[in-house]
């Protein structure tokens, strides 16, 4: 009886996550970079601090892609690698010299992005879009 009370609670525990949907791409070919953070350590440039990266097509970052996060505060950035070297090329400056996006910006940002104005609270079944901006 205890079996079928676990397996019972197992079969109906239901896991949410946040999806992530990047529009505005300038390539369809080239790859796209996810990565999402819960802290402001290592945002936006230090993948290796993120809790979630995704690289993929184009196609897919347009449908969706799923993150197994759950509800929370979360900052996301973005980038198509259109070099194709695998990172974000900058100018000696700093600023992109490839499309990227950053959650939370309504308008292209003109300095590095900060963490406390990227990160947003999100919920179970939510769809975060991102969008590109030209270098």
């Keep these: 009886m205890r079996f079928f009370f676990i397996f019972l ?4 525990t239901r896991v949410f996550s946040f999806n992530i949907q990047v529009v505005n791409f300038i390539d369809k070919d080239s790859p ?5 953070f819960d802290q402001e350590e290592g945002f936006p440039y230090e993948d290796d601090k993120a809790i979630f990266k995704w690289t993929g097509l184009p196609s897919v970052a347009e449908d969706k892609v799923g993150t197994g996060l759950p509800a929370g505060n979360y900052a996301v950035a973005v980038f198509q690698d259109t070099s194709g070297d695998g990172k974000l090329n900058k100018w000696f400056f700093g600023k992109p010299r490839e499309p990227y996006g950053i ?3 309504l308008e292209k940002p003109l300095k590095k992005p900060d963490f406390n104005r990227a990160v947003q609270k999100v919920f179970p079944d939510t769809l975060m879009k991102i969008r590109l901006w030209r270098p």
Excluded: E, L, R
């Design 9 to 12: 609670f197992i079969a109906t």
């Design 32 to 36: 796209v970079y996810i990565v999402v």
């Design 103 to 105: 959650s939370g910006t």
